[in-house]
């Protein structure tokens, strides 16, 4: 029998470890039958009043607060229990990829050209807004300058791929830009990937002058392998702002030319199927970033667990309408038909 109560209903669970709570339920007739046996022996009243109401009305007065009584100690038992239908699982579409981005942290994207913030900054707020944007993706994070390091591996928790990048800041790693040495941590990431679709987002605002690694030849590699790149080349045209160096103050900027090889970006991307993006200022980023996802949509077939129903809401509400039922009758003194 405590199986069946444990079982509950076909699809409905109670949480593991406190079940022991329902052999309360066992003491109910115990207490019922040791208010039948106490109300033979004395006939309790508390005030003088109920002493001179008629006896049948008095007797079932006093039956229907002992049944609510029991009933609410019943549901008690019951919510404490933790009663819940299980959630089940449902198969449904979803945009599910595999996307790697890989994050220019030189000391240039200190940069002041996207003002009133610098470039950094304004890369952090709109690769974050991309990131919520891929609800159904597994993202990681590599981040590179005159080196590259895996910061986030694919994953879908996107919190931690959040809190990843806005803890980015150049001097993490020796400066420069080392763009094929990126393409090809990120791509050894996503090669061994499960899903059909993998994708490099490519943000940099410089030169490849740093790493082992030529850009075209790790881009052939990820090719190779089915991923494409998006490259962003981040930056101005022109003159701009850029920190030379740190002085009493914080850092010195002196107006430099920008140099970005759009060249070599483009031909990275279209050599893996993907495309070069030039983001002059913080809305034209927002534009690119919101591009690439636009094109950037599988329809994969997914499993969704879908949440369980908790019920111990039903047996608690129960139990505070007798609770206060039995108040009422014994303020009132109603008598009951």
């Known amino acids: ?42 006939m309790p009243f508390a005030a ?21 009584r029991l ?17 089940g699982a449902r198969r449904e579409t979803r945009d599910g990829i595999d996307i790697m981005l890989a994050f220019d942290i030189s000391s240039s994207m200190l940069a002041e050209d996207f003002l009133p913030q610098n470039r950094l900054e304004v890369a952090r707020t709109q690769v974050k807004e991309f990131v919520r944007m891929r609800e159904s993706d597994r993202i990681g994070v590599v981040s590179f300058a005159g080196e590259a390091l895996t910061q986030v591996p694919l994953t879908a928790d996107h919190q931690v791929v959040l809190a990843a990048i806005e803890q980015l800041q150049p001097g993490q790693l020796d400066d420069g830009t080392a763009i094929g040495t990126a393409i090809a941590t990120a791509s050894n990431r996503l090669r061994s990937a499960s899903g059909t679709s993998k994708v490099l987002v490519l943000l940099t605002d410089g030169v490849n002058n740093r790493g082992q690694v030529d850009p ?6 990820a090719a190779a392998f089915g991923i494409r790149v998006y490259a962003i080349g981040v930056g101005t045209e022109g003159m701009a702002p850029v920190p030379v160096g740190r002085g009493l103050f914080g850092l010195r900027y002196e107006t430099q030319r920008v140099e970005i090889d759009d060249a070599l970006l483009t031909e990275v991307a279209r050599a893996t199927g993907g495309r070069y993006f030039r983001a ?11 591009e690439i996802d636009r094109l950037e949509r599988t329809p994969t077939l997914a499993r969704r667990t879908l949440p369980r129903s908790e019920w111990y809401v039903l047996p608690g509400a129960v139990a505070l309408c007798a609770l206060l039922l039995e108040v009422w009758l014994l303020w009132r003194r109603v008598p009951i038909p």
């Open 280 to 290: 002059k200022d913080a809305a034209g980023l927002q534009r690119v970033t919101r």
């Open 1 to 42: 029998m405590l199986a069946s109560i444990l079982q509950f209903v076909d699809g409905v669970g109670i949480a593991i470890g406190v079940p022991l709570a329902l052999l309360a339920l066992l003491a109910l007739p115990l207490v019922w039958w040791m208010r039948r046996k106490a109300a033979v022996h004395a």
């Open 48 to 68: 003088l009043e109920i002493v001179v109401q008629a006896v049948p009305r008095r007797s079932r007065v006093r039956r229907w607060m002992l049944r609510l």
């Open 216 to 221: 075209r030849t790790a881009a052939r590699a």
């Open 71 to 87: 009933l609410a100690l019943a549901s008690c038992v019951l919510a404490l229990a933790h009663p819940y239908a299980r959630g």
